[in-house]
């Protein structure tokens, strides 16, 4: 037998094998994203670009869970280990039944491209809504949970390679992510744009890494030194994969301009520790070899690294070994699964305001309402980007046509367009609204003008020239606010919206985000009361454009909650609930500790309102004398708690010791002597909606 076909061998001697039995031209062959069959080698061709963001990705039928910044609302890590663990089950299930078919094709196979955990650092950012937000803190708990979830836990196989990207330092603008070189610091780029990275490579063991297109301070991602070996393999000891962007390679001759050609941009990529192209690059390797810019050997490295993952897939060994390959098919939207898409839609909804109590709505005692926007019948905003398909979409209208009595008139008018100038046509909308009580506005963003440059529609790549209601529909939401009757906004998008003047006006406002396939009937749960909301916002809302620094830089000067002076619209954290909780007796356990402690404290929390409820307590620490430039505020911990009516529970928290660190001017952590401040609450301290208490302690 075979080496490579010996399972009772160690997964390295048998890649050694493989691959000191292929020609050079088929070692090159194999470093890019659609790699050919080796039928003399038994190697079936494999595509290794598969999504599955929320969801089993441009494969046919999938359960569709709510988009990843919905995730993050949730602010529940244990439930996003769960959405994960039902998406490798899906994932997993279509792989070994198109395998059974001979459908290799892309999006089919096990290597997911997921999750993207950069920060959310400006809200006019297209692709913001893939990520968890704005906090390194809140993206890593969830990224970890997340990539624990996809590869699962078999001692000898992984259950799907997951896929942290953009490595590094990635956030937008999209028309310039092909050339721009982003500058950071060594203390920002370690305080707030690695820590996930980090995380998902030492806590969670991150099979592969996606790098980004951009420069980082010089550097193209993708070929950078620093981070590919500097950073992610000699200091955090990273020994899988790293797979490019899609193109990144050839931006460094075509856009980069830091190559002349093809073959310098491989050499480069693979030298420095870029083992797979997404893309068509990497055949110039062969011309590389012969140009003397790298040899066979160093191309090894890369080859043997990217056979390790399949090798730990189970893909050269036989199904009957491999204990994920008995998922069954029927796991695939599944009653389970379409249920936790619900769970999560109706935990990641943000009540923003609800003046006088108007929700919940008490279905038994209304007879008419009205639905008007364009956001109300769109399947757009259950899908968001990246998506499967699912036969179970419902949308918000539809949600609310199903929660109530058959015999309740709802009307329903679109209002308006999602863009342009094409005015309301107010007539038709008084005609059609007629004797409701009440009007439900259905508007926001939707993924047509919030996206990847090259999906979106907009006029800048996909990304938010606006943060704003687009003029339409704000007119829109103006006219139905002056027709005196109580008006509720329910708000889609996936990022920060400016809506300063219904905040206002308008008598309630529900975030619903884009809120995946059972999206409809979860705002229908929350507006009639079968739900009571928990959200939190993982991102600031700002006033307007004019709170924002320029788009182009990454230095965070006055953006996120971190490091904003001025009042934002509503704050990162910020969520209310239909009942009232209060917290008391915050106590420290020491309020003197050593460098190396972690700071244990508990926190009562009481329900005091009157419906059941979940809130989730934050947990936020100041540094007050910090000798180096740090956050005002930083998130250092976080519980989700359910308390029936006049429920009363303890919570203990522990802050990590390294939560205390800050960073000196080479990105090196420290922890110092000197005075903390740590508050617990319902969202950040200076948040009217907080109630938070605060307690100090020492470092000596």
């Given at each position: 037998m075979e080496k490579y076909k010996d399972t009772s061998l160690p997964i390295e001697q048998r890649v050694d094998d493989l691959v000191s039995k292929m020609t050079l031209e088929e070692k090159i062959s194999q470093l890019i994203h659609s790699a050919p069959a080796i039928e003399r080698l038994q190697i079936p061709q494999y595509n290794w670009w598969n999504e599955c963001l929320h969801g089993v990705a441009r494969a046919g039928r999938a359960t569709?869970?709510?988009?990843?910044?919905?995730?993050?609302?949730?602010?529940?890590t244990e439930l996003v280990f769960n959405i994960a663990s039902a998406i490798s089950d899906e994932a997993r299930a279509k792989y070994h039944a198109a395998v059974k078919k001979n459908n290799r094709s892309q999006y089919f196979g096990l290597t997911y491209w997921t999750p993207n955990i950069n920060i959310f650092r400006d809200p006019r950012w297209g692709r913001g809504h893939e990520t968890y937000g704005e906090d390194p803190f809140l993206t890593t708990k969830l990224g970890v949970e997340f990539v624990k979830g996809l590869q699962g836990d078999d001692p000898k196989y992984l259950k799907l390679v997951a896929t942290p990207k953009h490595f590094a330092v990635h956030s937008g603008p999209e028309e310039l992510r092909h050339e721009i070189n982003v500058k950071v610091d060594n203390r920002l780029l370690n305080e707030t744009y690695?820590?996930?990275?980090?995380?998902?490579?030492?806590?969670?063991?991150?099979?592969?890494?996606?790098?980004?297109?951009?420069?980082?301070?010089?550097?193209?991602?993708?070929?950078s030194k620093t981070l590919l070996q500097d950073i992610l393999r000699d200091k955090w000891n990273f020994d899988g994969y790293v797979v490019s962007d899609c193109g990144a390679i050839c931006d460094f001759h075509q856009h980069h301009k830091i190559t002349d050609n093809p073959a310098e941009s491989a050499a480069m990529a693979v030298i420095n520790g870029c083992d797979l192209n997404c893309g068509h690059t990497y055949p110039s390797l062969l011309k590389a070899v012969d140009d003397n810019l790298i040899t066979e050997e160093q191309i090894d490295i890369s080859v043997k690294r990217i056979f390790k993952a399949r090798f730990k897939l189970g893909m050269f060994d036989d199904d009957k070994d491999v204990p994920y390959s008995k998922i069954p098919i029927d796991v695939i939207g599944c009653q389970k699964h379409i249920e936790l898409a619900r769970e999560t839609a109706r935990k990641a909804i943000v009540l923003l305001k609800n003046e006088n109590n108007l929700l919940p709505l008490d279905k038994n005692n209304i007879s008419n309402?009205?639905?008007?926007?364009?956001?109300?019948?769109?399947?757009?905003?259950?899908?968001?980007?990246?998506?499967?398909?699912?036969?179970?979409l419902v949308t918000i209208m539809g949600g609310i046509v199903a929660a109530v009595n058959p015999g309740v008139q709802i009307s329903y008018h679109k209002g308006c367009d999602l863009l342009g100038n094409k005015p309301v046509d107010k007539a038709s909308i008084e005609f059609?609204?007629?004797?409701?009580?009440?009007?439900?506005?259905?508007?926001?963003?939707?993924?047509?003008?919030?996206?990847?440059?090259?999906?979106?529609?907009?006029?800048?790549?996909?990304?938010?020239?606006?943060?704003?209601?687009?003029?339409?529909?704000?007119?829109?939401?103006?006219?139905?606010?002056?027709?005196?009757?109580?008006?509720?906004?329910?708000l889609t998008g996936?990022?920060?919206?400016?809506?300063?003047?219904?905040?206002?006006?308008?008598?309630?406002?529900?975030?619903?985000?884009?809120?995946?396939?059972?999206?409809?009937?979860?705002?229908?749960?929350?507006?009639?009361g079968d739900c009571n909301p928990s959200g939190k916002l993982p991102v600031t809302f700002y006033k307007s454009l004019e709170q924002l620094s320029d788009f182009e830089d990454y230095s965070m000067e006055n953006i996120t909650y971190r490091f904003m002076k001025e009042e934002p619209l509503y704050s990162f954290g910020y969520g209310l609930s239909y009942t009232e909780f209060e917290f008391s007796n915050l106590k420290l356990k020491e309020d003197k500790i050593e460098q190396d402690s972690n700071v244990e404290l508990s926190v009562e929390i009481s329900n005091i309102g009157n419906l059941q409820g979940e809130e989730v307590i934050q947990v936020y620490l100041k540094d007050v004398e910090a000798s180096v430039p740090v956050p005002k505020i930083k998130?250092?911990?976080?519980?989700?708690?359910?308390?029936e009516l006049g429920d009363k529970k303890k919570v203990s928290f522990e802050i990590d010791s390294e939560c205390l660190a800050v960073f000196d001017n080479n990105g090196k952590p420290f922890i110092e002597p000197g005075e903390f401040q740590v508050f617990v609450g319902s969202s950040q301290p200076d948040d009217n909606a907080s109630k938070a208490l605060s307690a100090n302690f020492q470092v000596i």
């Open positions: 569709v869970f709510p988009q990843a910044i919905a995730m993050a609302a949730t602010f529940d690695l820590p996930a990275f980090k995380a998902t490579v030492q806590q969670a063991k991150a099979e592969s890494i996606m790098g980004a297109y951009n420069r980082l301070n010089d550097e193209p991602c993708c070929g309402i009205a639905v008007v926007g364009p956001c109300a019948m769109s399947q757009s905003v259950l899908l968001a980007n990246y998506h499967g398909f699912s036969p179970n059609t609204i007629g004797t409701a009580e009440l009007v439900i506005a259905v508007l926001g963003s939707t993924p047509e003008f919030e996206g990847e440059e090259e999906d979106a529609t907009t006029d800048c790549g996909g990304d938010r020239s606006d943060i704003a209601l687009p003029k339409c529909q704000q007119e829109l939401l103006q006219y139905l606010h002056s027709m005196g009757k109580p008006v509720i906004l329910v996936g990022s920060a919206i400016a809506i300063e003047w219904a905040k206002n006006n308008i008598d309630a406002i529900v975030l619903t985000w884009y809120s995946g396939e059972q999206g409809g009937h979860a705002v229908a749960d929350v507006l009639f998130l250092v911990g976080f519980k989700r708690v359910s308390l």
